[in-house]
């Protein structure tokens, strides 16, 4: 599978397999589309200065929070991939599994906590949105408690829903709404047209938000997604969640301070892949300073990756560990759970090479991003 090999080649390849409105869901972000750009451009900018002749084990594997990996990147959490499938969730945490790599569960997948865990064979890590109803947060809490999933990620980047044009364009809705220009966009593509049949309607079975009078994605995700988080809720949770808790969609070291005093594991530098504020810093350049201000937790970092040398910047400029979002969806996309597998162990690679070459854990490599040198991480 060659095209696995290069970003550019997946999403191109995830495009003719879509129609236009399901690929706009994944590829979009918000407004003018600014911050997504920039994440990836801040990756593709940032340079290395190596040093190779530091010598390096060749091993990638990392830990984090007692549990061993095969490398320090996984998957971020992704709702609503039923649009590409009815196998998406599944699928894509089994492909996780078997390369040994984190996969988050988003608490708006198309599939259940209990059955992804039980289809992959192990407990994801879940993601947390808080709707409007808290007692359906805490309920999904408990069941996750009773799964055994090492880690919580509450979300706290989204209290609306970002204004993204192309799913307004498209007049995205759930159930899907037909127009003249979905059956044409759907008559092309046979194959997802009949998995979509096949499937039924998109299920957010693990909120279970009652959907019946939500009929477009705005109102449907808005209750999903829009109850109030304070620091008194990160309290709540730190008291009720006996395993890890990280915060993720923070961007700045005093927020990260905060979470660190009340107790929690560590925080996720993310901007939600450009998907909420178009005027969002790009996540790598407010990666230094979080992971500062973290103070021995982990700091993961998402939003631009595009390859495993991004995961060795990455960590340089102090992550513990990355994930990628849509190159995911686009691989699943394109090729089902193979080409996920086939990404992973292609990411792991690239990463292992990157180390190898950079002189990864020499005091002198060093990144360089927007003229300022940064020291290397503490490994
Ligand atoms: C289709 C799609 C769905 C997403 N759903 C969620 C979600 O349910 N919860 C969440 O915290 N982040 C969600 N995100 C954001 C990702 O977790 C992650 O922050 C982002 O995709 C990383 O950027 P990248 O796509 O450039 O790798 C979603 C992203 C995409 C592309």
């Known amino acids: 599978m060659d ?9 191109r390849s995830a495009r003719r397999r879509l129609p236009g409105f399901a690929f706009d869901f994944i590829d979009g972000s918000a407004g003018r589309e600014a911050a997504a750009a920039r994440n990836v ?15 390096r084990a060749r091993e990638t594997r990392c830990a984090l929070f007692n549990q061993s990996y095969a490398a320090p990147f996984g998957i971020a959490p992704m709702g609503g991939l039923g649009i590409i499938d009815g196998r998406a969730d599944i ?8 390369c040994d790599v984190p996969y988050v ?18 407990s994801p890590w879940l993601q947390l949105y808080c709707p409007q109803d808290r007692s359906l947060l ?16 509450l979300t706290v980047d989204m209290p609306m829903v970002g204004k993204r044009l192309r799913d307004i364009r498209n007049r995205l809705s759930i159930p899907f709404r037909w127009s003249a220009r979905t059956v044409i966009d759907v008559v092309a593509r046979p194959r997802w047209g009949l998995a979509q049949l096949v499937n039924g309607p998109l299920q957010f079975p693990n909120l279970r938000v009652p959907a019946d ?15 109030i988080i304070d620091w008194e809720l990160i309290a709540t949770l730190r008291d009720r969640w006996p395993n890890a808790l990280l915060i993720k969609g923070v961007q700045s070291a005093s927020v990260a301070r905060r ?13 939600h892949g450009g998907r ?53 969806a686009f691989a699943y996309a394109a090729g089902g759970q193979a080409a996920v597998e086939a990404l992973l162990r292609i990411l792991r690679h690239e990463y292992l090479c990157a180390c190898v070459q950079a002189g990864e854990g020499s005091p002198d490599v060093q990144l360089l991003l927007r003229n300022e040198l940064v020291p290397p991480a503490a490994s």
């Open 3 to 11: 095209y696995v090999h290069d970003f550019r080649e997946l999403r």
């Open 276 to 328: 909420q504020l178009d005027g969002a810093a790009a996540s790598l350049h407010s990666l230094s300073a979080v992971a500062a201000a973290t103070r021995g937790g982990v700091t993961a970092i998402d939003s631009g990756l595009r390859c495993g040398e991004d995961v060795l910047k990455a960590r340089l400029a102090g992550a513990s560990v990355a994930f990628f979002g849509r190159p995911v």
């Open 138 to 153: 805490f309920g999904l809490v408990d069941r996750a408690k009773d799964l055994g999933c090492p880690v919580l990620m």
């Open 259 to 271: 979470a660190h005093q009340l107790g929690c594991d560590g925080v996720v530098v993310s901007n």
């Open 91 to 98: 699928s894509i945490a089994r492909a996780a599994a078997a």
């Open 41 to 55: 451009q801040a990756f593709a900018d940032a340079e290395i200065h190596p040093d190779p002749l530091h010598p």
């Open 213 to 227: 009078d939500a009929d477009d994605l705005a109102t449907l995700m808005a209750r999903q997604t829009g109850g």
């Open 105 to 122: 569960l988003s608490s708006v997948a198309n599939t259940s906590l209990e059955d992804v865990a039980r289809a992959a064979g192990r």
